[in-house]
Each structure stands twice: as C-alpha cells, then as structure tokens.
C-alpha cells in the first residue's frame, strides 16, 4: 500500500461543446464547468465546498466521494460555471423590453425618484430571464471523480518523495546509533583510569600492596557508578526499535501519519535523553545531530496522511 500525503491538487473542466462541435472542427460558444480540489494537512478530515447555486444539490453527494477517498487533510472542493462572452450578453427579447417597461413605469408613479434602469440592469434582467440552462449535477459528479482520481495520484507522488526521505533519515540516525554505542566502554575505561590516577596521587602511593589494592577498589566502584549515570544503551535500544517500527509502518503504507508522528515523539525523547546522558563531546554532537534529523522527519511526517 502507498503512502500518501495529505498536500495536493487537482482541477479539471467540462463544457459540453467538446461533445457537439461543428463538422469543420470549431465548438459553438457554450458554458464550462470547472471544478478543482485543494488539500493541505490536518489532523483530521476538514471538507469545506465552494459551489454555485446549480450545484448546491451536488454537496452531500460529494462529501460522500470525498469521505470515502480521504481519511485526514484540509480539503477545499471549489466549481464555478463560467459562461462565454456569447451567452453573457443575451439579446433582450421585444416582449421583455415591453413588460420592463410597463413595470419601471408602474414603480415610478409610486416612486418617482426611482431611478430608471440601465442598459446593464436590462442585460441582466435578460439574461436571468431566460430559459432555464443546462442541469449539471450530473457532469459535476462524473468530473468531481476525474479531478479526485488526479488528487489521488498527486498525494501519491509527494507521499512517495516522503518515504524516500523518510527511510534516508532512519538510515543516517542508525548511523549516528552505531558511532554512539562503542563511545560509552571507552568512556567507563578512561573514567576508571583517571579515577585510579586521581586516588594514587591522593594516597600517595609509594610501595604499599593494601593501598594499592584498596585504591583500585574505590577506582572501581567509581567507574561503576559513573557507567550506570552515563548509559545510554537503553536510550539506544529503543531508538532502534523505534527505527525498526518507522521504516515497516512507511513500507506498509496507507493511514500511517498519526503513528508516524507518535513514533517521531518518542524518538526526539530519547535522543534528548542521550544528550543529558552525555559525558563526552562526540555523545553530544551526536545527540544533536540526532534531534536535528528528527526534527526533518517529524516537519515531514506532519503531511503524511
């Protein structure tokens, strides 16, 4: 199954004169119908429509196609009729111009400082006046499906340029584990020594066999304290598990984003943890370049849906 971002866009148009064009090639002036699907992400599933007047009926059926298709996401649907110069300007018919008149002449008598009307409020008159247009609830939902099918394939695509960041990321904080993890021996090892050189100097340690012994005791008791506060293969374990579990979720794809974004938490959790642990310079850079992966990966993982 793919993964899909939650950011896309698709449009489309339909105007029936693509289906009835004259013989020598042209399309008689006619309406077209447009319709076009913005996403961006969102923590759940925000469906929001833009529609004119002829295809209010249209919304439930296309929230019902929207709902089926996308789970999470701000998703904006907007369609828009567009008429031709042609079929704006529409000829006012004598009958029309008559009964125009009769009704500005019947307001003016009771209003006499009515204005009278203009040629553009005839125009409009006219053209509101005219046959009913075409119907097109059908065509909306055969294009809404198109422009879906577009929408889809784009969330896709992005979704895959995500995965393909995704897995370079858990790859380069593997990396980052496998220098961290012999770092905390050698540190215990150079611990201890220096503990061992600090309690000779202190006991003055000349030729005596107990103070030797008693000295490498404490030396060891020190280091030991000071392995278990700066252990982080706990810290490392559950990062790679964490790793392990975000690279099969990506692979296995579909409705992943909320996983992926509680994995990435726990993630930035223990990397922080391995910076508090840190009792070396490279530990801490470590940490850091840790947080700053996670950080890429959590901006991204924001759009998975």
């Known amino acids: ?94 009958r029309l111009l008559q009964r125009l008149n009769a009704i500005q002449d019947n307001v003016r ?7 009278p009307l203009s040629v553009a409020e005839v125009i409009r008159l006219a053209v509101n006046e005219s046959p009913p247009g075409k119907e097109w609830q059908t065509e ?24 393909t960041m995704l897995f370079d ?34 006991m003055e340690i000349t030729d005596g066999q107990a103070k030797s012994d008693m000295a490498q ?3 060891l008791t020190e280091a030991t304290a000071f392995a278990i506060r700066i252990d982080v293969a706990e810290e490392l374990t559950r990062l790679a598990s964490h790793l392990d579990e975000l690279e099969r979720l990506v692979k296995k794809g579909g409705e992943i984003g909320k996983r992926l974004d509680f994995l990435i938490q ?16 490279e530990l801490t850079h470590i940490s850091v370049d840790m947080k700053v992966l996670i950080e890429q990966m959590r901006e991204q993982v924001q759009n998975i849906e």
């Open 109 to 115: 008598a009771w209003l006499p400082s009515a204005q």
């Open 217 to 219: 005791d404490r030396a």
């Open 1 to 94: 199954m793919s993964v899909y971002s939650m950011t896309g866009y698709a449009s489309a148009q339909y105007s029936p004169a693509k289906e009835a064009s004259d013989g020598d090639g042209k399309s008689p002036a006619s309406p077209r119908l447009g319709l076009e699907i913005r996403a961006v992400n969102s923590r759940f599933l925000d469906l929001s429509f833009r529609l004119p007047e002829e295809l209010r009926a249209c919304e439930p059926a296309l929230r019902e196609k929207l709902g089926a298709r996308l789970k999470r996401g701000k998703v904006e649907l907007r369609a828009a009729i567009e008429s031709t110069t042609a079929s704006v300007v529409t000829e006012p018919s004598t």
């Open 266 to 281: 726990e993630l930035h959790r223990e990397a922080n943890t391995l910076g508090s642990k840190s009792a070396a310079l």
């Open 169 to 202: 990321r858990i790859g380069q904080l593997r990396s980052l584990a496998a220098q961290a993890e012999p770092l905390i021996p050698q540190l215990v090892a150079q611990q201890r020594q220096r503990f061992l050189d600090r309690w000779a100097q202190a």
């Open 140 to 163: 909306a939902l055969q294009l809404a499906d198109d422009v879906l099918n577009a929408l889809m394939s784009a969330r896709e695509r992005e979704g895959a340029r995500l995965a």
